[in-house]
């Protein structure tokens, strides 16, 4: 282990992608991977990152959830917009149902817990849809620039305002310029309030409206020197591990 990762280190899971991938002598093989800036991050705040692949049954998601102190939805592909009652637009045209059905099936359990979550880009937008609400399935038809897309490779830098109580708040600057790459956002939050937009008036952060920690993030922070919202969920992780002793 780690020496900035105490063996009392509350454990964290991050989802993961299973898509093909190339090392060495190896050419696309199916691969659970992720990338290691998110890891990286937790085990900065203290936390022991455990991966977690795409798993194929709700009752694994039961089975995972009771081993770990919190729970980090990641960045990634498109959510088939089926998943919150829409048909495709043009523009998405690639996701992975395995792990669309997996972070449902972990947050539907996190939620039943009170687990502490972080959403990442993606994550964000997932808790959105695990709760029942819906996306804007290609921003630029919204807001006309596809600035927030970045380059195919790399992020734009977007400036965030973030409300002055909350969570969030508790956590961050109240101005922030952040590494962005999506074409999507949420629209539809039900059990969450919008803490963060950028110019546009697009959500890019939101937080529960209990005193739960459950916080998503329209941006990247672990590709920058940003590590507010992973101290804080490993601070409520820490916090949940010591209340069950």
Same mark, same amino acid.
């Given at each position: 282990m780690s020496e900035t990762v105490p063996a009392a280190a509350p454990v964290i899971g991050i989802t993961t992608y299973r898509q093909p991938a190339s090392w060495g002598a190896w050419k696309d093989v199916p691969a659970d991977l992720l990338p290691s800036d998110y890891a990286l991050s937790v085990e900065r705040a203290g936390g022991a990152p455990v991966l977690l692949p795409p798993l194929a049954s709700a009752d694994a998601a039961r089975a995972v959830l009771p081993r770990l102190d919190g729970l980090l939805i990641a960045g990634g592909a498109d959510i088939n917009p089926e998943r919150y009652g829409q048909r495709p637009e043009e523009n998405v045209v690639i996701w992975y149902d395995d792990r669309d059905a997996w972070e449902l099936w972990l947050l539907a359990e996190a939620?039943?817990?009170?687990?502490p979550v972080l959403g990442i880009c993606r994550g964000m937008q997932m808790m959105a849809v695990a709760a029942g609400g819906s996306l804007v399935q290609h921003l630029p038809d919204l807001v006309g620039h596809a600035h927030h897309a970045g380059p195919s490779d790399g992020y734009s830098r977007t400036e965030v305002s973030v409300d002055g109580t909350g969570r969030v708040a508790d956590l961050l600057a109240d101005e922030l310029v952040v590494p962005s790459h999506h074409h999507q956002a949420v629209a539809e939050h039900p059990g969450y309030r919008i803490v963060a937009r950028d110019a546009d +008036? &697009?959500?890019?952060?939101?937080? #529960?409206?209990?005193?739960?920690?459950?916080?998503?993030?329209?941006?990247?922070?672990?590709?920058?020197?940003?590590? +507010? &919202?992973?101290?804080?969920?490993? #601070?409520?992780a820490r916090e949940r591990a010591a209340r069950r002793g």
């Open positions: 939620d039943r817990v009170r687990l +008036g &697009v959500a890019q952060a939101m937080e #529960a409206e209990d005193d739960r920690f459950a916080i998503g993030v329209q941006w990247h922070p672990e590709t920058a020197d940003d590590p +507010g &919202v992973f101290d804080g969920l490993v #601070a409520a």
